[in-house]
């Protein structure tokens, strides 16, 4: 029944109300100039119902926004109010209009209708109601025929220009509705595109983490354990090992520290890992004390798109990282460049105490979402027959002939995969 409506907007609404009042009430009292009420000749009487049935249907129009359906019951009791008095059609009538519009904009479904039906049958019965009030002597004298069939056509006239006038003020509600649910509509789609958009940078900010920290934190672990034990015997190798622990944790706090600033500020993703990043990687892995035996067959035959470069590199480096903290021995590690896509395999030993391999934690979920998102496919199987107590993983990516990869490579220069 009462609609939230701004402060504003009411204030608007109300003064434009006594405006229209202001304006149209001295009007009407020109149609009132002598006792035009049959059945009230007192011209004081006359001109205070005036003034009571004008400043109810403008009061019915500032109120056509806050409580649409309380306006309409106010205006056809005004208007019922002015025709039992044998009052003519004046000025401050137009407030209907602003009341029709009330309903069909802001109104609900069944008060949409009931003032589309409002339209019609005020309008026809106010055409009635003026053919009438032109024929008023024929009450006292017969008419023809001919006084009949003016009084026909005069009503049917009136009536017809009426509700046109008043279905147009209820249409044009009507639109203001559609076009309001429109925006509506609108700012709904946008502010879930805004909400996607930002769950996707939060899945890639947590999948980049992920990567960096879980690596890091991997050779760290491999080097602390290598230095316990090569303390006694070598302290030399504990103090390289220290030496690779600390680089590796600075590189992770430097990363670490990039993703947060990326968190906070949306000016741009940074510096990304590229292809050549990957000998430092291998560098930390076979520090950690890994065989590590890469393959690169064949080359790359141009530059590869930068999200491409990152792909590979992130997954290379979570499959090393699931090496290093569920495998034993060396890692094989195979690239195959070919003009259209590039091949990805890592081959390790699994430890066995956990015969199933590594589980499906956030890691390899981070190297199948990257792999998606670059177009390709991921596979990360414990292997079977002579691969038997092996953990492979398996990835492809397309990236295009050479001369799109070299232009895609210029394009996306850091861009992410994610």
Known sequence: MIRTVSRTWLAFDIVGSVIGLLITLPLSFAFVAGPLSVWLPSAPTTYALHVLIGAAMWAAA???????????????????????????????????????????????????????????LGGVIAGLYIALLQFDESVTTPAPAADGMRLVLLAVAMGTSIVFALVIAWGAGLLWR???????????????????????????????????????????????DGARYAAAAKPELAQEALGTIA?????????????????????????????????????????????????????????????????????????????????EGGVDV????????????????????????????????????????????????RGTGQDDGWFVVSATLPIGTPSQSGSAGARSGTGDAG
């Open 178 to 224: 559609v076009v309001r649910h429109g925006r509506q509509t609108r700012e709904a789609q946008l502010r879930a595109e805004a909400i996607a958009a930002e769950e996707q940078e939060r899945v890639r900010i947590a999948r980049d983490m992920h990567d960096i920290v879980a690596h890091s934190l991997a050779v760290v672990i491999a080097q602390s």
């Open 334 to 381: 195979r690239l195959s460049w070919w003009p259209e896509r590039v091949d990805i395999g890592v081959r390790n030993r699994i430890r066995r105490p956990q015969a199933t391999g590594p589980g499906g934690g956030h890691g390899l979920v981070g190297m199948r979402e990257r792999a998606q998102l670059a177009g390709g496919t991921l596979e990360a199987v």
């Open 247 to 327: 680089q590796t944790a600075r590189a992770a706090l430097s990363d670490v520290r990039m993703l947060l600033t990326q968190l906070r500020h949306r000016q741009g993703d940074g510096p990304q890992p590229t292809l050549a990043d990957l000998e430092t990687l291998f560098a930390q892995v076979r520090q950690a004390g890994i065989e590590l035996r890469v393959t690169v067959d064949p080359m790359p035959p141009g530059e590869p798109p930068g999200a491409i470069q990152l792909a590979v590199y992130r997954i290379l480096q979570e499959a090393l990282t699931n090496a290093l903290r569920h495998g």
């Open 62 to 120: 500032a109120i056509s926004r806050l409580a649409p359906g309380l306006a309409l019951v106010v205006a056809w009791v005004a208007a019922i109010l002015q025709m039992a008095c044998g009052f003519p059609p004046v000025p401050f009538d137009i407030a209907v209009f602003s009341v029709l519009f009330g309903t069909a904009a802001w109104g609900s479904r069944r008060l949409l209708w009931l003032g589309g039906a409002s339209a019609v």
